[in-house]
């Protein structure tokens, strides 16, 4: 992939005002920014064509930042202990704010919290095979999450767990041995289903 870039508009954009705040020993220039920006080998991050990270945070359309290698190594890793878990934000995007303003509308429109209550008592009886199952742990639910534990102490369950759902169509990302449910509120019955079955196939190979 390939992010274009225009200097003018990041220089008229509310960038200004960001980098403005921003240490001027964290902040490079555009013109020190080498564009094109692609992935990097590993499709782990952004680079410049000089292969210096180039992380986008959400503070405004565009916010550039540095950080050195050494810091990047803080966060980026290929073991679980050492990588950060979560995704960069982009909660200041402006496009990003007004399509949250649209689905905001339609909640209220089409009282999506109530069809959504509805559902989740609809789908907490779907679940219920993993709820009672004997190699499962701790099943809670709540509102549209659904989270259980699975016995038994193998080091790689993440990754194993991670892999077995996804040969079925289903994207999981177990923290620890901890396997959770965040469907997306148009997600039917029988989708959440799919869900339910790439669970039991978890506990069913990985529970001891």
């Known amino acids: 992939m390939v992010v274009p870039a225009c200097s003018a508009f990041l220089a008229s954009s509310a960038i200004g005002a960001s980098v403005a705040a921003t240490p001027s020993s964290l902040v490079p220039s555009v013109a020190a920014t ?3 920006v692609f ?4 499709k782990r991050f952004l680079q410049d064509a000089n292969g ?4 986008i945070l959400g503070r405004s359309v565009w916010f550039i930042t540095s950080l050195l290698a050494a810091d990047y190594g803080m966060v980026i890793d290929d073991s679980v202990a050492r990588g950060f ?3 960069h ?3 200041g995007n402006p496009l990003a704010c007004r399509a949250a303003c649209a689905v905001l509308d339609l909640f209220e429109r089409e009282d999506v919290i109530a069809a959504n209550e509805r559902k989740a008592a609809r789908f907490f009886e779907m679940a219920s095979p993993l709820a009672h199952h004997p190699q499962v742990r701790d099943f809670r639910h709540l509102g549209m999450i659904w989270a259980f534990e699975v016995a038994g102490d193998s080091p790689d369950f993440a990754s194993r767990a991670f892999e077995i759902a996804l040969a079925r169509g289903v994207l999981l990302r177990p923290i620890g041995r901890t396997v959770y449910f965040m ?3 148009v997600t039917g019955e029988a989708e959440f289903a799919l869900l339910v079955q790439a669970g ?5 190979r990985l529970g001891k």
């Open 85 to 87: 878990l979560h995704s």
């Open 183 to 185: 469907p997306p509120y």
């Open 200 to 204: 039991l196939e978890i506990v069913e």
């Open 52 to 55: 210096k990270p180039f992380p």
């Open 34 to 36: 080498a564009f094109p």
């Open 89 to 91: 934000s982009y909660t």
């Open 39 to 42: 992935y990097s080998s590993d």
